[in-house]
């Protein structure tokens, strides 16, 4: 359990009651359990703050600057005015779509043009909302087209094909998401004394 007094656990109650009504008793709570909420306050906070191009280097495992410029050349990045002496500002998605990006490049070995007929599509696809599965596979064609998730049916087209869990866990990782725990079976035997 962790200690601490009940006045620092009020405090922590109240700013981890996101919306100000919500409020709960964290005296009893597991220092993992208490991580777990902690995470999950964070990742909300995190959905609504943006990113500069120093976390995308870091969120990347140190991508250089120079190639994150390089991909906020491509659609739809390139589209968005940005203002002189003004860091550029990126979402969650944009981090995924950058993660994406360098995998076609250090991966697969795309470039340049493919990388620009392509982009737009897997922005619109990382931005629109969807149900979170743990097997998200995303499809990437090689000609004109839009991204599309890999649903267990055959692809008849030439392209890429992208593990974004990967992609995602790299992300929540940087952002400090605690990943999820899996139930491990219990070895049985283990703990008996023979007689």
């Known amino acids: ?15 981890l009651a996101v919306d100000g009504s919500t409020k709960f008793d964290v005296r009893g709570l597991s220092v993992l359990r208490f ?13 609504r703050h943006s990113f500069t191009v120093k976390d995308v ?4 495992d140190g991508v250089s600057r120079s190639r994150v410029h390089g991909w906020v050349q491509l659609p739809p990045f390139s589209a968005i005015p940005s203002q002189e002496r003004s860091a550029r500002r990126f979402s969650r998605a944009d981090l995924l779509t950058f993660a994406v990006l360098r995998t076609l ?12 007929r392509v982009s737009a599509g897997i922005h619109e ?7 979170a599965g743990t097997d998200d596979w995303l499809f990437v064609p ?18 890429w094909v992208i593990d974004l ?10 952002l400090g ?18 007689p």
């Open 57 to 60: 280097c870091a969120a990347l």
């Open 142 to 159: 090689l000609a004109d087209g839009p991204a599309r998730a890999v649903l267990g049916r055959a692809i008849a087209e030439a392209g």
């Open 105 to 116: 490049e250090d991966r697969f070995g795309a470039r340049g043009t493919q990388l620009a």
């Open 1 to 15: 359990m962790i200690s601490t007094s009940p006045g620092q656990w009020a405090r922590l109650a109240d700013t």
């Open 125 to 131: 696809y990382l931005s629109a909302p969807q149900s």
């Open 35 to 47: 991580k777990q909420i902690c995470s999950s306050f964070k990742a909300v906070m995190s959905a």
């Open 177 to 194: 998401i605690l990943p999820p725990q899996w139930e491990l079976p219990l070895m049985s035997g283990v703990g008996q004394v023979n």
């Open 165 to 174: 869990a990967r992609e995602r866990e790299r992300i929540d990782l940087y």
